[in-house]
């Protein structure tokens, strides 16, 4: 990767030992919140400057996306926020020890629309499985999405996960809820008028 002015937002996980132990990384112990597939950074550095009372970590896999993040979190300096460079399905399995996140959010999944194309996405049961793992237990999971077959595909993955519990009742989705910032995908598909579903789930293992 090109030199960036990281400043103290961007995880090097290399300076540290495996499962990283997150109260070294932010000095602290407070509780720890996870979005993965960040894009541009938006929601977590809104979300790092409305809760400074929890610590806030994304994970990213494209490269320019998470550069633009990290030099936009370096416009202020926030103690609570760090971005890790990687695809998050390695990450969920090999670098987090067990039970660490309170939330984890995954706002605005790729979609992959296509049939042929369905295997790659990212909500999945070995992906969900996983991630239960490093989710704490009453640990919530909400996620995003404008794509009403995304959410219907969703629904019916948390099906066959006994221990995903959804929060909200039938169908199984809201169009909106409070105190959420929007996700730089979020405010364009609102612009154009586009339909959001979210769906929140609590981690019953
Ligand atoms: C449709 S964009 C949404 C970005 C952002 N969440 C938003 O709502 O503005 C999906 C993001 O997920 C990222 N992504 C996809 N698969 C990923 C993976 N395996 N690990 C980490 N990030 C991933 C993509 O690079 C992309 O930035």
């Known amino acids: 990767m090109d030199k960036i002015n990281s400043g103290n937002s961007l995880l090097d996980i290399s300076d540290y030992y495996i499962p990283l132990d997150l109260t070294e990384v932010f000095k602290n112990k407070k509780e720890l919140v996870l979005e993965i597939g ?88 070995e992906f969900l499985q996983k991630l239960s793992k490093i989710l704490k237990k009453d640990g919530i999971l909400e996620i995003a999405s404008d794509h009403k077959d995304y959410i219907t595909h969703s629904l019916d993955v948390f099906k066959d996960i006994s221990f995903f519990k959804s929060e909200y009742p039938p169908p199984g989705f809201l169009h909106n809820v409070p105190n959420r910032p929007y996700t730089k995908y979020e405010k364009e598909f609102r612009k154009e008028g586009r339909e959001i579903f979210y769906l929140m789930f609590t981690n019953n293992k």
């Open 38 to 125: 960040f894009g541009d950074g938006d929601f977590l550095i809104e979300m790092a400057s409305m809760h400074p009372e929890k610590n806030f970590l994304g994970i990213e896999i494209k490269t320019k996306r998470f550069k633009f993040a990290v030099k936009k979190a370096e416009e202020e300096n926030y103690e609570n926020l760090k971005f890790l460079h990687m695809n998050a399905s390695i990450a969920i399995e090999e670098i987090f020890p067990k039970n660490v996140f309170s939330q984890v959010y995954i706002n605005f999944p790729d979609p992959w629309p296509k049939d042929r194309h369905r295997k790659h996405r990212i909500v999945n049961t």
